[in-house]
T-cell receptor
Framework: EADIYQTPRYLVIGTGKKITLECSQTMGHDKMYWYQQDPGMELHLIHYSYGVNSTEKGDLSSESTVSRIRTEHFPLTLESARPSHTSQYLC????????????FGPGTRLLVL | GQNIDQPTEMTATEGAIVQINCTYQTSGFNGLFWYQQHAGEAPTFLSY??LDGLEEKGRFSSFLSRSKGYSYLLLKELQMKDSASYLC???????????WGAGTKLIIKP
């Protein structure tokens, strides 16, 4: 069983607010990922990290930023939320090794009014 | 470019067998994953194939043909709880990033 946590699970917020979505894992995984997924659609990679102080942008352009100061923690920040940011945000982590799968957190459902 | 195709939706009967296909085109292929995702929940890992052939795990089996860019997930003895979306994802590159299909929504009828 994977131990990866996301908070908050649900968030309703007004346009222009700054928000941080939290993601933590207790498995010591080096690799962590943030995905955005709209209902019935595929997952889109928005950020990833291969270790402390390593962050990269994913395939989907995003106005969010991430940081990786500690192995277990990979927060995602939106400086100014907009209605177009309404979506589900999924955090995942993965151990080293080609056959290691990604484990997902429960997700954060964000609604920007 | 890279592309993953799988059917949008399938319907099957409880107790039956269903096969969900996935075709892909990608460079730097290093494995194919199947995940299950119930509505409103996060994806959970089902299977991984890196070599050609069939991998069996209980009621679920997954097949891969690298030369054809083709995989399928076979679900036997279907149960109502198997109603979910099934996501095909291809690992690529030296960092094993995953490229995701849009998922196949499987509806199980009594």
């Amino acid at each position: 069983e994977a131990d990866i946590y996301q908070t908050p699970r649900y968030l309703v917020i007004g346009t222009g607010k700054k928000i941080t979505l939290e993601c933590s894992q207790t498995m010591g995984h080096d690799k962590m990922y943030w995905y955005q997924q709209d209902p019935g659609m595929e997952l889109h990679l928005i950020h990833y990290s291969y270790g402390v102080n390593s962050t990269e942008k994913g395939d989907l352009s995003s106005e969010s930023t991430v940081s990786r100061i500690r192995t277990e923690h990979f927060p995602l920040t939106l400086e100014s939320a907009r209605p177009s940011h309404t979506s589900q945000y999924l955090c995942a982590s993965r151990a080293r090794g080609s056959q290691e799968t990604q484990y997902f957190g429960p997700g954060t459902r964000l609604l920007v009014l | 470019g890279q592309n993953i195709d799988q059917p949008t939706e399938m319907t099957a009967t409880e107790g039956a067998i269903v096969q969900i296909n996935c075709t892909y085109q990608t460079s730097g292929f290093n494995g194919l994953f199947w995940y299950q995702q119930h509505a409103g929940e996060a994806p959970t890992f089902l299977s991984y194939n890196v070599l050609d052939g069939l991998e069996e795990k209980g009621r679920f089996s997954s097949f891969l043909s690298r030369s054809k860019g083709y995989s399928y997930l076979l679900l036997k003895e279907l149960q109502m709880k198997d109603s979910a979306s099934y996501l095909c994802a291809v690992g690529k590159g030296s960092n094993y990033q995953l490229i995701w299909g849009a998922g196949t929504k499987l509806i199980i009828k009594p």
